[in-house]
């Protein structure tokens, strides 16, 4: 570890030659990056207030803002994003914004640095320098968590300590942000500190592969960046250079884990820990038990079948008690079973269902809402949502997806796309069990539904018209033809039935069906229009069925009933 600085000391005294990364101008040196932080410093130094809200898009000029304004003795606030709602969130807690920020938020920003060379500065006190990141928390409320630099110190020794072995010498690469502690510590601290090059974050793949390529690289990713790798791209480039990947902000899919080992040649090495915890336990995709290794220093238990932890990353000494559910292994290691609180993860984001549904309370016009995360090969938010003015239910298509769309619009100021309810249901009360309590199953089958909900055109004691919206949520969907999904015709038949009983006295007893044709497939997303038509005779009726669309007549035929069977 010739090459390791400390934290505290790491931008204290100028190196000129030891390279830290690329900036917009070409490579960046140790001595051009402090003169930057001196910069930096003398901008937050000038400013009253303790706390800052920082957000740079920029790594390297980042990490110059941050040393920066803990050498001014400031507080630094860590924004995940520059939304307005997000600089609105933080407002209550910081003095000011400092950085990128949006046109009409005024904030300290930095100027050029001056000719004179950086001066050496004190190394910093690891307990007084401050850091503050927000989750989601047990309560789902969101928290603002303190953390110090010897907490940060300790986690990325650790991180060295575990893996240096497999990334010296190497680049580091990045899809994940610095803003975020993950990305912080990855893609800032530890590299600054063992003398690893940072490269800008990648966007997109091709401009990933190409950087791979270049030399000996480490990835830092996540799961939702991994799965979504595309095989097309010449990946064989990157055979050999790549050190290592690692994953983390959510359990690496074993579909994920095989796709990124076949493209980059590297069995993916998740990290899993909070921003509460620190960094707790890593494994290697590969495992059959699926087995997490505790980081160096890290100590852990179980507590009511729930993990505890007890490391240097934590803020104050003793246990710190997880949501985590987990099972002990005989090697000292422990298997993961999944969260016991409403904080859920969709695509590694940290997502409280509680402050949804608060969220979605406070709309106008919404009585009740429940949000639940839809179970398949890719998760979903969906909210469930009684409106306060029932006739909603049965108004125009365009007129529900404009509330709903109302809806998504309120959240959006504090939840980001990926982070908001992606389904919805509008309903006249949220289902209950015979306890009276609304139960996942329940909330799971209205998104799920056996039938379209019918848009009446026309009812009347002989003929009738109705809008059908195919959902592709449709339970009939599911498991027909799995090459491409179709309406299958037998739920057309009974659809004509069900709906022609909620307008017609047809007879009771089915007797047959008559010159049934099948014309033209419907799929998920067609809007059907179904006329319907009743003749009535002395002991028997006959329903005339005709489904259409724009694309022409998908299905019509006869079905006869008889008053007696």
């Not at 502690?181 to 990933?208: N, T």
């Not at 240097?312 to 079973?337: I, M, N, Y």
């Not at 005709?546 to 069977?565: E, I, K, L, N, Q």
Request: charged share 15%; proline share 6%; with cysteine.
């Amino acid at each position: 570890m010739a090459d390791w600085m400390a934290l505290d000391s790491l931008l204290t005294c100028p190196q000129a030659g030891r390279p830290v990364g690329l900036g917009a101008h070409g490579m960046v040196d140790h001595a051009a990056l402090q003169a930057r932080s001196c910069a930096w410093q003398a901008a937050f130094a000038a400013r009253p207030g303790r706390d800052w809200a920082l957000y740079v898009e920029d790594t390297l000029e980042f990490a110059a803002a941050l040393y920066g304004a803990w050498h001014a003795g400031k507080r630094v606030v860590l924004c995940a994003d520059n939304l307005p709602g997000t600089l609105q969130q933080v407002a209550a807690y910081v003095d000011g914004h400092a950085g990128d920020l949006p046109s009409g938020v005024s904030g300290l920003a930095c100027g050029a640095v001056t000719t004179a060379a950086p001066q050496a500065r004190d190394v910093l006190d690891e307990r007084s320098c401050e850091l503050v990141v927000f989750t989601s928390g047990s309560t789902g409320q969101p928290a603002a968590i303190v953390k110090r630099l010897d907490q940060l110190a300790r986690e990325v020794e650790a991180l060295q300590q575990a893996f240096a072995g497999l990334v010296e010498g190497a680049q580091v690469h990045g899809t994940v942000s610095h803003q975020h502690i993950y990305g912080l510590l990855f893609r800032v601290l530890w590299p600054l500190a063992s003398g690893r090059p940072i490269l800008p974050r990648r966007f997109f793949h091709e401009d990933l592969v190409a950087g791979l390529a270049q030399g000996p690289s480490i990835l830092v990713a996540t799961p939702a960046h991994l799965k979504r790798l595309p095989g097309q791209l010449s990946w064989q480039s990157v055979h050999g250079q790549v050190r290592a990947v690692f994953s983390s902000g959510g359990p690496l899919s074993a579909e994920a884990a095989a796709l990124a080992t076949r493209l980059l040649a590297v069995p993916p090495i998740e990290v899993f820990g909070s921003s509460e915890t620190g960094g707790i336990a890593w494994r290697q995709s590969g495992d059959a038990q699926g087995a997490w290794r505790p980081l160096p220093g890290v100590q852990w238990r179980l507590d009511q079948d729930c993990l505890s932890v007890n490391s240097a990353h934590l803020a104050e000494p003793g246990w710190w008690a997880t949501q985590d559910r987990a099972r002990a292994l005989a090697d000292g290691s422990f298997q993961l079973l999944g969260r016991a609180d409403r904080i859920v993860k969709i695509e590694e984001r940290r997502v409280s269902l509680d402050a949804l549904e608060r969220g979605l309370c406070l709309a106008p016009g919404v009585a009740e809402a429940r949000v639940l995360v839809l179970p398949g090969a890719r998760e979903q938010l969906a909210a469930a949502v009684v409106p306060v003015d029932p006739t909603l239910l049965d108004a125009p298509a365009e007129q529900r997806r404009a509330f709903q769309q109302s809806l998504n619009t309120h959240l959006a100021s504090h939840h980001d796309a990926v982070t908001r309810p992606r389904r919805w249901r509008l309903c006249a009360a949220l289902p209950l069990n015979a306890q009276g309590k609304v139960t996942q199953a329940a909330l799971q089958a209205l998104f799920q539904p056996l039938l379209p909900e019918p848009q009446w055109l026309q009812r009347g004691p002989e003929q009738a018209r109705l809008q059908l919206v195919l959902d592709p949520a449709l339970k009939v969907f599911e498991g027909h033809f799995p090459q491409a999904a179709i309406l299958p015709g037998v739920a057309q038949l009974d659809w004509a039935i069900h709906f022609a009983r909620q307008c017609f006295a047809l007879p009771a007893h089915f007797q047959r069906m008559e010159t049934v044709k099948f014309q033209h497939v419907a799929r998920p997303g067609d809007v059907l229009d179904l006329a319907l038509e009743l003749s009535v005779g002395p002991a028997h009726g006959v329903l005339t069925f005709r489904y259409t669309s724009a694309a022409g007549v998908h299905a019509s035929g006869r079905v006869v009933f008889a008053d007696a069977a």
